[in-house]
């Protein structure tokens, strides 16, 4: 840190959602102008004021997210919707409904096709933006096809459901949205095409669509794709994991009466639920993802409002979560620490895939990057193989399979067998 007319020698530093904050005790008396260096871009912090020798003072710095762009467009648009006449937002959402619907559900039979060729032309290459949108669901094309290999699975079918928030037209043809999307993934092992399973997951886009021709193209999308968190896949000897999955069984369990509240309850507040529970959390809830994560706020939920699970000092809910509530890593290590769980196993993806089968419904899946654990989620089903499906927040998914989108060799996996 640079400090230009006085120095502050800092006493405390604390760390918030995209904010560093320093308290330290002026040396001199000084009328100055502060500003400060940090991380290689200067953020002018006050303006010129006389400050007290001795003076304890705070320094608060809001760090821009990679995401704080496009938020600020989204929180634009919507503003301006909201000024739109009724009528006239709700022929828009009306006509691009029909239009998203067509889009989405080519995409879709493209991804699932790998038919790239295809799937170029619901872009415009020429525009920086649209290219980044074509390439990432290029990369997600190819990620499923590997994950599918890998699994001993075909993938069937896929399908969107939508939910168009607001639209804007930003003239000469072009349209800005949000919306919701809820796909619906369905799979088969290889050697049991007719047994389906299916998974759901959710996400919500900001695309702008130009008319081109008799027909609309994306020229920029921004999402969370929860099945691109971590993508690549490379790992030992694929064939022997290949047929370990086709000649696993689905074991014979029971949930007990604790256990299938919190499934129930853990199915229709994942933000993709049926129904009502169509994209929206429990409003009872603070939404966490603003702060930088959902998730363990989702699994303390699952386990308190439908497990029974009793609060306490440490693991408990008010108006906001304490740490083991809502941080991934505090929930962790408080199962395990605390006697209402333990750590079966942990380690990376082929280290672990096998006794991941020993998983059943309620226990947490805990991801590991770079020594930190970032996402957590709760099993809350198997597929017709025994593998094991997960549910969550950020992003939202519904009887996922577990590694789906953790893929990368950098992932190391906690298996907590929780305690119903």
Same mark, same amino acid.
């Given at each position: 840190?640079?400090?230009?007319?006085?120095?502050?020698?800092?006493?405390?530093?604390?760390?918030?959602?995209?904010?560093?904050?320093?308290?330290?005790?002026?040396?001199?008396?000084?009328?100055?102008?502060?500003?400060?260096?940090?991380?290689?871009?200067?953020?002018?912090?006050?303006?010129?004021?006389?400050?007290?020798?001795?003076?304890?003072?705070?320094?608060?710095?809001?760090?821009?997210?990679?995401?704080?762009?496009?938020?600020?467009?989204? $929180?634009?648009?919507?503003?301006?919707?909201?000024?739109?006449?009724?009528?006239?937002?709700?022929?828009?959402?009306?006509?691009?409904?029909?239009?998203? !619907?067509?889009?989405?559900?080519?995409?879709?039979?493209?991804?699932?096709?790998?038919?790239?060729?295809? #799937?170029?032309?619901?872009?415009? #290459?020429?525009?920086?933006?649209?290219?980044?949108?074509?390439?990432?669901?290029?990369?997600?094309?190819?990620?499923? $096809?590997?994950?599918?290999?890998?699994?001993?699975?075909?993938?069937?079918?896929?399908?969107?459901?939508?939910?168009?928030?607001?639209?804007?037209?930003?003239?000469?043809?072009?349209?800005?949205?949000?919306?919701?999307?809820?796909?619906?993934?369905?799979?088969?092992?290889?050697?049991?095409?007719?047994?389906?399973?299916?998974? $759901?997951?959710?996400?919500?886009?900001?695309?702008?669509?130009?008319?081109?021709?008799?027909?609309?193209?994306?020229?920029?999308?921004?999402?969370?794709?929860?099945?691109?968190?971590?993508?690549?896949?490379?790992?030992?000897?694929?064939?022997?994991?290949?047929?370990?999955?086709?000649?696993?069984?689905?074991?014979?369990?029971?949930?007990?009466?604790?256990?299938?509240?919190?499934?129930?309850?853990?199915?229709?507040?994942?933000?993709?639920?049926?129904?009502?529970?169509?994209?929206?959390?429990?409003?009872?809830?603070?939404?966490?993802?603003? #702060?930088?994560?959902?998730?363990?706020?989702?699994?303390?939920?699952?386990?308190?409002?439908?497990?029974?699970?009793?609060?306490?000092?440490?693991?408990?809910?008010?108006?906001?979560?304490?740490?083991?509530? !809502?941080?991934?890593?505090?929930?962790?290590?408080? #199962?395990?620490?605390?006697?209402?769980?333990?750590?079966?196993?942990?380690?990376?993806?082929?280290?672990?895939? $096998?006794?991941?089968?020993?998983?059943?419904?309620?226990?947490? !899946?805990?991801?590991?990057?770079?020594?930190?654990?970032?996402?957590?989620?709760?099993?809350?089903?198997?597929?017709?193989?025994?593998?094991?499906?997960?549910?969550?927040?950020?992003?939202?998914?519904?009887?996922?399979?577990?590694?789906?989108?953790?893929?990368?060799?950098?992932?190391?996996?906690?298996?907590?067998?929780?305690?119903?």
């Amino acid at each position: 840190m640079v400090i230009v007319g006085c120095i502050i020698f800092p006493s405390s530093v604390q760390t918030k959602p995209n904010k560093f904050i320093l308290k330290g005790r002026l040396k001199l008396k000084y009328k100055i102008l502060v500003y400060t260096l940090l991380l290689s871009m200067a953020f002018p912090i006050f303006a010129t004021q006389e400050i007290e020798e001795g003076t304890m003072i705070e320094i608060e710095i809001e760090l821009p997210s990679i995401s704080e762009e496009q938020t600020d467009e989204i $929180k634009e648009m919507e503003q301006e919707a909201d000024a739109t006449p009724k009528g006239t937002e709700e022929e828009l959402k009306e006509t691009f409904f029909d239009v998203l !619907v067509g889009l989405i559900q080519k995409r879709n039979e493209y991804v699932l096709g790998q038919d790239l060729e295809s #799937l170029e032309k619901l872009y415009n #290459l020429d525009i920086k933006a649209s290219k980044y949108a074509f390439e990432h669901e290029s990369i997600k094309a190819k990620y499923l $096809k590997d994950w599918a290999q890998k699994q001993g699975v075909t993938i069937k079918n896929v399908e969107s459901e939508l939910k168009v928030r607001k639209v804007r037209d930003r003239e000469n043809g072009l349209y800005g949205m949000t919306c919701n999307i809820c796909t619906t993934f369905t799979y088969a092992y290889n050697n049991a095409l007719d047994v389906e399973n299916s998974f $759901k997951v959710g996400t919500s886009h900001y695309i702008h669509l130009q008319k081109q021709g008799s027909e609309y193209i994306i020229v920029k999308e921004w999402y969370t794709d929860p099945l691109c968190d971590t993508v690549e896949i490379t790992m030992e000897k694929p064939e022997e994991m290949t047929e370990f999955f086709l000649n696993s069984k689905l074991p014979e369990f029971t949930p007990n009466e604790r256990l299938q509240k919190a499934i129930e309850y853990a199915h229709a507040h994942c933000g993709i639920g049926e129904g009502e529970g169509m994209f929206r959390y429990n409003p009872q809830y603070m939404d966490c993802n603003p #702060l930088g994560g959902d998730c363990a706020n989702f699994a303390s939920q699952i386990m308190f409002e439908g497990g029974g699970f009793k609060k306490n000092s440490t693991w408990n809910y008010t108006h906001e979560g304490t740490k083991d509530w !809502v941080n991934a890593q505090g929930l962790t290590y408080y #199962l395990i620490n605390s006697g209402r769980g333990h750590r079966i196993t942990k380690g990376s993806y082929a280290k672990t895939y $096998k006794t991941a089968m020993q998983m059943r419904p309620g226990d947490i !899946v805990a991801y590991e990057e770079r020594g930190r654990i970032t996402h957590v989620s709760t099993v809350t089903g198997l597929d017709s193989n025994g593998y094991p499906l997960v549910t969550c927040h950020n992003s939202d998914r519904l009887l996922v399979p577990y590694d789906l989108g953790w893929s990368n060799s950098g992932v190391t996996y906690h298996f907590i067998d929780v305690y119903y």
